[in-house]
């Protein structure tokens, strides 16, 4: 497992598939690259596949201050320039999107497609700014076993597979509490980035789970009617995270996008 020391801090990295063309793969809150393992399996075949895992989530080194978009985009480019990607399909999912919306205003060069899946453009209301403190602390006081408490739950569908709740768990007690706390932390100073969506100029595809109760189909619907060109598909039997519940639905969404974009 590769990391990379970008002169503050070390990320840590999956990098598989030897492929020309290049897919970035951004992860939720509060898991990390390994809620990509399927993907990663999938697409490497055909892909060369960069996972990053964000600071103190995952393996990366934590960093003192908020994981801030600003903070994530600059590892990400970073990481990138290290390894002399200068062009990938790019896909983010939910915070993932978050760190895609600034990585985009940063270097729109570096985008050959982008996939945004069960995500939103939005910043916080001060409400839920608030709330992600309250969240950052709690994090701290009572540790990860309350993280997966909360948020395992939001995070599947209604009724989901025991099998992907447990590994959703322990995805996020992989993280460290402090990391929980510096990404609450880092989304809630997130600007709005509707204003990116019209600017966005590569080929785009929005993905949602159907039973996604964090950022609901029609929260893809509206993203969808701004940018231009893109397209949405939404995956059945699949809440919050449909890369790990409906993964042939999901996998097939992607590569169909991704092989139209190598043609
Ligand atoms: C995520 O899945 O990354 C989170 O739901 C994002 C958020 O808390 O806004």
């Known amino acids: 497992?590769?990391?990379t020391?970008?002169?503050?801090?070390?990320?840590?990295y999956q990098d598989v598939g030897a492929g020309k063309d290049v897919i970035v793969l951004l992860h939720a809150f509060p898991l990390h690259s390994g809620m990509w393992s399927r993907q990663l399996?999938?697409?490497?075949?055909?892909?060369?596949?960069?996972?990053?895992?964000?600071?103190?989530?995952?393996k990366s080194a934590l960093r003192p201050e908020p994981s801030s978009m600003d903070i994530l985009a600059g590892q990400v480019k970073a990481l990138l320039d290290g390894l002399r990607i200068d062009r990938a399909l790019v896909?983010?999912?939910?915070?993932?999107?978050y760190l895609a919306f600034e990585l985009y205003r940063r270097r729109s060069a570096l985008f050959r497609g982008l996939v945004l899946c069960d995500t939103h453009p939005g910043a916080d209301t001060p409400e839920g700014a608030a709330g992600r403190e309250t969240f950052a602390r709690n994090a701290v006081e009572k540790g990860l076993h309350w993280v997966a408490d909360e948020m395992t739950p939001k995070l599947l569908r209604p009724s989901p597979d025991p099998a992907v709740v447990r590994e959703v768990r322990a995805l996020i007690g992989q993280g460290t509490p402090a990391g929980v706390a510096a990404a609450q932390r880092g989304m809630a100073?997130?600007?709005?980035?509707t204003p990116t969506l019209a600017t966005i100029t590569c080929p785009t595809l929005v993905v949602v789970g159907e039973e996604d109760s964090l950022t609901?189909?029609?929260?893809?619907?509206?993203?969808?009617?701004?940018?231009?060109?893109a397209r949405?598909?939404?995956?059945p039997g699949a809440g919050h995270l449909p890369n790990m519940?409906?993964?042939?639905?999901?996998?097939k969404a992607l590569l169909d996008f991704a092989n139209g974009l190598s043609k």
């Open 189 to 193: 100073r997130r600007i709005d980035s």
């Open 41 to 58: 399996a999938a697409f490497s075949h055909r892909y060369r596949v960069i996972a990053p895992d964000y600071p103190g989530l995952g």
């Open 245 to 251: 519940e409906a993964p042939a639905a999901f996998d």
């Open 5 to 12: 020391d970008t002169g503050e801090a070390k990320i840590h």
């Open 91 to 97: 896909v983010g999912l939910s915070m993932g999107g």
């Open 216 to 229: 609901p189909p029609v929260e893809a619907e509206k993203m969808v009617g701004l940018v231009k060109g």
């Open 1 to 3: 497992m590769p990391t």
């Open 232 to 235: 949405l598909v939404r995956i």
